[in-house]
């Protein structure tokens, strides 16, 4: 009888796009601003990188201490 090894579960990645994610969030009370929508619309236009998106995104909404 032959038996196989597992090493464990397999982990595979799932990614959310943003309308998606702008439903489920909607369920909890959550929407997405317009200037949100705008910036998004804008960087995804650019073609910019997931690292540029992070900048752009703490740049207009972190808070400023």
Known sequence: MATSKSSGPVKRA???GRARMEKISAVEGITTSPATRTLFAKLEHEGASREERRRA???AFANKA
């Open 57 to 59: 995104v703490l740049a």
């Open 14 to 16: 799932f990614v959310l």
